[in-house]
């Protein structure tokens, strides 16, 4: 017979033993090594993802206040300033009290709600076809949306002196529910407050704008809509953007904004005083309405995602380019203003509460 | 001799524990080489988050200046009352802190304006001495206009922000040009 008979012996049990022992060895040394590089990678990578988020809400935010404008009427720059208990435990309390607003901003159970209303001017955007449906080209040079919004009504675009603008989050005015009398309907109703309060990561940055110069009814009777001036105290304090207005048009839409996906828990603004040369912020549950804006603000947010991993704060200056204002509250540090009129200077503090007693 | 080791008696042997050893040397050598490949993506991830905090802080201190009226050829020198002076007019810059080069750390004490930043007090900044002392003047290659009066100086200055990550290398630098308000 020529061919030998081999027999391929395998691994003895000690060899086999001896290795699963070293492979085992080194899987133990190896695997914590792994894992706290994995979770480093990750971690980075969530802030980095809440890093990118802010600039880009920063970023939006900026444009639209470095717009802001005085006009002949004298209409006011204003920030309001509100703070809320959230019911989040992503966002625990400080003091283990759950019926105490903590003091600390940013960290903890206690939301900073600023609203920062202003005049903007309309830089552009106006279409071609003003006697049509079809809104679908612009005047060529003009801008197009975010720096400029385009006209509001589908019946008949108009050239718009200026926007009113209000910057805030849905937590300080949620978005209205649906209601089809009013033509407003969202796919999924609109979160209420105590939503937003039990789930941090669902506020949202809400810009939201209305034109100036043009207050457009309907007339039923003939289906028709007439344009009318605004009166100059549209713009004073108490008549400034709060609930997002319901035409019975489709001026939300092209109008509305809200800024979502990676969502802020927090947005403050300050002010800057030129004499004091600090920014201050305004108190809690305040107004300060500007005439005109101050030279700069400084905006504050808290981001967060959804799935609510990692959070930053950052802040921004923002340099008003129009404004001159000293940005010196007349009674800063002294009692509020309780009426919404007061005589000039209009740098006043006021308190919100009393004026608004729905916040 | 053939490639597999035989017995005498033809059978085929297993691996010594020699050779597993080497075999598993091999596969550590392996592992760790990934291993050490993650450092470089933990740190990739970290200067993206240092471009993305400096963007925010290049962009305020752009604000500032333009806020404060500033003659960028003037109030930015170092020694200038604006940026290293004393009352009058009120400093409203950043001291250097010390370390060579002439950083500023961004101020973040109670009240500051950078109070709130996010892990502020591992950046620095500082102006680019050399940039200020530039003048840009008409260059219709470059596209500035007018083009009709090339070499005129345009009365602009490049104004460029160096951010640093204290105690490494790692800097982003940001340029605009500024006019002089002329207070």
Aim: hydrophobic letters at 35%; charged letters at 20%; proline letters at 7%.
């Amino acid at each position: 017979m020529g061919a030998v008979m081999r027999v391929r012996r395998g691994f003895t049990l000690a060899e086999m033993i001896a290795v699963l022992a070293i492979c085992l060895s080194l899987t133990v040394l190896v695997v914590p090594i792994f894992r706290l590089s994995t979770n480093t990678v990750r971690n980075i990578e969530e802030k980095l993802s809440a890093y990118e988020a802010a600039r880009n809400i920063l970023d939006v935010m900026e444009q639209e206040i470095r717009q802001a404008m005085t006009n002949e009427r004298g209409e006011h720059f204003s920030i309001k300033h509100l703070v809320y208990k959230d019911t989040d435990t992503f966002t625990p309390d400080q003091t283990g009290n759950p019926l105490a607003m903590d003091p600390t901003p940013y960290l903890f159970s206690r939301r900073e709600a600023a609203v920062v209303n202003l005049m903007r001017p309309q830089p552009g955007a106006q279409f071609t076809n003003t006697n049509s449906a079809d809104r679908s080209t612009l005047v060529d040079g003009t801008l197009a949306h975010p720096l400029a919004y385009n006209t509001q009504m589908i019946y008949l675009p108009t050239l718009h002196e200026s926007w009113y603008e209000s910057i805030r989050t849905t937590m300080t005015y949620p978005q209205p529910q649906n209601d089809s009398g009013q033509n407003v309907s969202y796919a999924e109703p609109a979160l209420t407050r105590p939503q937003i309060l039990a789930d941090v990561s669902q506020n949202e940055i809400s810009i939201y704008l209305q034109a100036r110069d043009n207050e457009p009814e309907i007339n039923d009777s003939f289906s028709a809509l007439y344009w009318y001036n605004e009166p100059p105290y549209r713009g004073q304090p108490g008549n400034e953007l709060k609930t997002e207005r319901k035409f019975k048009d489709w001026i939300d839409q092209y109008t509305r904004m809200h800024i979502g996906g990676m969502n802020v828990l927090d947005f403050n603004c300050a002010y800057w005083n030129e004499v004091d040369g600090k920014f201050y912020d305004v108190s809690d549950s305040m107004v300060v309405y500007f005439s005109p804006p101050p030279k700069a603000i400084r905006m504050t947010i808290t981001v967060c995602d959804r799935q609510k991993r990692k959070r930053v704060t950052l802040c921004r200056v923002v340099q008003i380019p129009i404004a001159m204002g000293d940005g010196v509250v007349a009674n800063k540090g002294g009692l509020p203003d309780p009426a919404y009129l007061t005589p000039s200077p209009y740098n006043r503090e006021k308190d919100l509460k009393s004026l608004e007693p729905g916040l | 001799m053939p490639a597999t080791m035989k017995t005498a008696r033809g059978h085929a042997r297993g691996l010594t524990l020699i050779e597993v050893m080497i075999a598993m040397f091999i596969f550590l050598v392996g592992i760790l080489g990934v291993l050490a490949a993650l450092p470089s993506g933990v740190n990739a991830a970290h200067y993206v988050m240092f471009q993305d905090a400096s963007i925010h802080l290049s962009r305020s201190k752009f604000a500032e200046f333009r806020r404060d009226r500033i003659d960028p050829r003037v109030d930015l020198l170092d020694g200038a009352p604006y940026v290293d002076g004393g009352a009058s007019p009120p400093r409203i810059q950043e001291i250097k802190n010390g370390t060579p080069g002439g950083w500023r750390d961004f101020a973040h004490g109670p009240g500051d304006v950078y109070e709130n930043f996010d892990d502020i007090e591992h950046y620095q900044w500082m102006i680019d001495q050399d940039d200020i002392k530039k003048s840009v003047t008409v260059d219709p290659a470059k596209g500035y206009i007018p083009t009709t009066n090339p070499g005129a100086d345009l009365s602009v200055t490049p104004v460029t922000i160096v951010i640093q990550m204290k105690g490494s290398k790692r800097e982003m630098r940001y340029t605009q040009y500024m006019y002089s308000y002329g207070k």
